[in-house]
C-alpha cells in the first residue's frame, strides 16, 4: 500500500489557503475547498498513477491539479511526498525553480524519519 505524507511547507501552504479562503469566501467554502484536497489526497494515495509528470520539470516531481491548486510532489519508492501546494495563477516554472534546491532535501528527510519509526 502507497503511503502519503506531507512536509511542513505543504502544510503551511494548506493552512495559508485556508486562511485566504475564509478571508475572501468564508469559512463554508473555505472548508469545501480543503475537503476538496482531502479528497484529492486519498485518490492520490489510492491511485498514485493519476500524478502527472511535465517535461519542463525534473523528473523527480509529479503535479496533481485540485481546482485552482497545483500539489507538488515526488514519489519515493511506497511514499508519495506532498511538497508543496500551489496557486494555478503562479508562474510554476519560476515558482518550482525557486523552491527545487530545497523541495526533494525536504523530502528526503521527511522519507529517513518515516522509516526510522
Not at 525536504?106 to 518515516?114: D, G, Q, T
Amino acid at each position: 500500500m502507497t503511503d502519503l505524507q506531507l512536509t511542513d511547507r505543504a502544510m503551511f501552504d494548506l493552512v495559508e489557503i485556508r486562511n485566504y479562503s475564509i478571508s475572501q469566501f468564508g469559512i463554508a467554502v473555505a472548508n469545501r475547498y480543503i475537503e476538496d484536497v482531502q479528497n484529492s489526497l486519498l485518490l492520490i494515495k489510492e491511485h498514485p498513477g493519476i500524478l502527472q509528470t511535465k517535461n519542463a520539470f525534473s523528473e523527480a516531481l509529479s503535479f496533481y491539479t485540485v481546482q485552482k491548486h497545483h500539489l507538488v510532489c515526488t514519489v519515493m519508492r511506497d511514499t508519495i511526498v506532498v511538497l508543496t501546494v500551489t496557486h494555478c495563477q503562479i508562474d510554476l516554472i519560476s515558482k518550482i525553480t525557486e523552491l527545487e534546491p530545497t523541495l526533494l532535501e525536504e523530502a528526503n528527510i521527511l522519507y529517513k524519519s518515516l522509516k526510522c519509526r
